[in-house]
């Protein structure tokens, strides 16, 4: 396959015919709603995969194509994004893996920055638990739509009328469903599809390994089968539909409303319904605005951003890889690209998508591809890339860290490995690393927003870097944006520390808010600015 050469070098309704196609999204849960489980099961589906399962991790959990990282496997997280491309319906869904731990929130931000729709997953029991709340919030603020899956209707759990009131009322977002459930929660029988009214009956299988077979029953027959239940599921969807909660285009993708589905991922039951409504409803790669707000039609010449850089991916592969959003054009492998940041040129020699822990070589992407760039070690989040006239994606967002911890080599012959593994975890965002002239560069501090966050770099360190290291508890817990001035008079105060993160900022560390107040009150000409930005 080749792009037909035109004026511009691309062929601009093959641009526009497979941005039409893209399908960018990633699900957002909080940790054991089951997102591995439903990315299995979007693979079984959507034939990417013969079995959901197939393999075995360790203490009888299955080990999934997107999570592979030792860690990830022991706890039972994602800790990592994979990014996983797959067809349904001739459509091309590039699901984008998330960490659903809090610890990692930063790097899920910079997920969302990436995608262009996003599933959210919830048990059914547990409702909109902390990590999704927080969750919703991005979407909300950066008008990412939201599909909902109400996922393990299998068991025992919520009510279905008080969980869309629950959405209602703590996401402000209006409910709609497409399919509702017959029979309550532990009882599952199968669906009503709302728009058509008809019973969607399952066949399970075993342990949920293949795909349930399904069947379309219509209304009449349906009370034969499922019997009160049934009547339940029609007097609960009438309801809903005189409430008004009809799927509306314009309300879901200005974020106001969000489609509603019930399933049971590990029963795949509610699957295929996710992946039509994906390919039917979820909006597909659109113009990207710039930092200027300037939209970038999807047809002009190439453009990208890198939303993540995660090296040692597994252990065949210690090499880096750098996460492209492609935002326009069409992406070749060996073409060379303009790095903004930097403004030199980057030979993309190395171009892979990866799928799980397996990766292939891509020749082309199209607008809402990721594409992973090998050991692209100038590249980092936020960069963006370009091929024609210049252009700058937003930086990603940046977090409030909260966590200190001073960090030293245990092996002294390591000095070398120990800089250049600290570095690199910082250049990929994994945590900040902070100098201050206080303890030099032995010893930086570690910036981060969750404590989880330490025990990453401390396994990478030791894996990738052969440099072990130990840290040691620092008693702070603020941090603030500070500008020289600022700095001078926080140096005379021997509780606070003032440090620098490596691309120039100044930042001031407090123990506690009191800390920081009283001197905000005590001195209201210092800059102390907030670190996160979004
Ligand atoms: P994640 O942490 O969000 O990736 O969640 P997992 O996919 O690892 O699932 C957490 C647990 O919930 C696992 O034990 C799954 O087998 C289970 N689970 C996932 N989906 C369902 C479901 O639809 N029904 C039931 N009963 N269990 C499920």
């Known amino acids: 396959m080749s792009?037909?050469?035109?004026?511009?070098?691309?062929?601009?309704?093959?641009?526009?015919?497979?941005?039409?196609?893209?399908?960018?999204?990633?699900?957002?849960?909080?940790?054991?709603?089951?997102?591995?489980?439903?990315?299995?099961?979007?693979?079984?589906?959507?034939?990417a995969i013969g079995q959901a399962g197939a393999t075995h991790g360790k203490a009888g959990r299955r080990a999934t194509v997107s999570d592979w990282m030792t860690m990830e496997k022991e706890r039972g997280i994602s800790i990592s994004s994979a990014a996983i491309q797959f067809t349904h319906r001739d459509t091309i869904i590039n699901l984008v893996d998330t960490p659903g731990h809090a610890d990692f929130s930063e790097d899920t931000y910079r997920v969302l920055a990436a995608v262009d729709a996003a599933v959210m997953l919830v048990d059914a029991a547990k409702g909109l638990e902390s990590q999704t709340m927080k969750l919703f919030e991005v979407c909300k603020r950066r008008g990412i739509p939201l599909i909902t899956m109400i996922n393990k209707w299998d068991r025992p759990g919520g009510d279905a009328l008080a969980l869309m009131d629950e959405i209602e009322k703590r996401t402000g977002l209006f409910p709609t469903p497409l399919t509702w459930p017959v029979g309550e929660s532990g009882d599952f029988r199968g669906l009503v599809d709302c728009d058509s009214g008809q019973f969607v009956r399952f066949h399970r299988t075993a342990g949920g390994a293949t795909i349930a077979s399904e069947e379309t029953v219509p209304a009449e027959d349906a009370t034969a089968i499922a019997g009160p239940a049934w009547q339940t599921a029609v007097e609960e969807t009438g309801l809903l539909r005189e409430e008004g909660h009809r799927h509306d285009e314009s309300l879901f993708l200005s974020a106001a409303s969000t489609p509603v589905l019930?399933?049971?991922?590990?029963?795949?039951?509610?699957?295929?319904?996710?992946?039509?409504?994906?390919?039917?409803?979820?909006?597909?790669?659109?113009?990207?605005?710039?930092?200027?707000?300037?939209?970038?039609?999807?047809?002009?010449?190439?453009?990208?951003?890198?939303?993540?850089?995660?090296?040692?991916?597994?252990?065949?592969?210690?090499?880096?890889v750098a996460f492209v959003r492609v935002c326009s054009g069409v992406f070749e492998r060996g073409m060379t690209v303009t790095h903004e940041p930097s403004g030199r040129p980057f030979a993309t020699k190395y171009a892979q998508q990866m799928?799980?822990?397996?990766?292939?070589?891509?020749?082309?992407?199209?607008?809402?591809?990721?594409?992973?760039?090998?050991?692209a070690s100038a590249l980092r989040p936020?960069?963006?890339?370009?091929?024609?006239?210049?252009?700058v994606y937003p930086p990603m967002p940046r977090f409030q860290p909260e966590h200190f911890r001073a960090v030293r080599s245990t092996d002294s012959?390591?000095?070398?490995?120990?800089?250049?593994?600290?570095?690199?975890?910082d250049h990929e965002g994994v945590i900040q690393v902070l100098h201050s002239d206080r303890r030099g560069d032995q010893t930086p501090i570690l910036a981060a927003v969750g404590p989880m966050q330490f025990e990453v770099a401390a396994e990478r360190m030791a894996n990738e870097y052969r440099a072990p290291i130990a840290f040691d508890a620092l008693p702070y817990t603020v941090a603030c944006l500070i500008d020289a001035e600022t700095a001078k008079v926080l140096a005379k105060h021997s509780s606070i520390e003032v440090t620098m993160a490596s691309d120039g900022r100044m930042i001031a560390l407090f123990a506690n808010e009191w800390k920081l107040r009283t001197l905000r009150r005590e001195h209201p000409e210092l800059t102390l600015d907030s670190v996160s930005a979004e």
């Open 382 to 391: 936020g960069d963006t890339l370009f091929t024609g006239g210049p252009v």
């Open 262 to 320: 019930f399933g049971a991922a590990a029963l795949n039951i509610g699957v295929r319904q996710l992946l039509d409504t994906l390919v039917d409803l979820a909006p597909s790669a659109e113009a990207r605005a710039d930092t200027s707000g300037v939209r970038r039609a999807v047809n002009s010449a190439f453009s990208g951003f890198v939303f993540k850089v995660q090296s040692g991916m597994d252990s065949n592969h210690r090499d880096r």
């Open 413 to 425: 012959s390591k000095h070398k490995q120990f800089r250049k593994g600290i570095e690199q975890l």
């Open 355 to 375: 799928f799980g822990k397996d990766r292939e070589t891509v020749d082309m992407a199209w607008p809402g591809d990721i594409v992973g760039l090998i050991n």
């Open 3 to 47: 792009a037909v050469e035109t004026r511009d070098g691309v062929d601009n309704l093959r641009v526009l015919d497979e941005a039409l196609k893209r399908r960018t999204i990633a699900v957002i849960s909080h940790p054991d709603a089951g997102k591995s489980t439903l990315t299995e099961a979007l693979l079984l589906h959507a034939h």
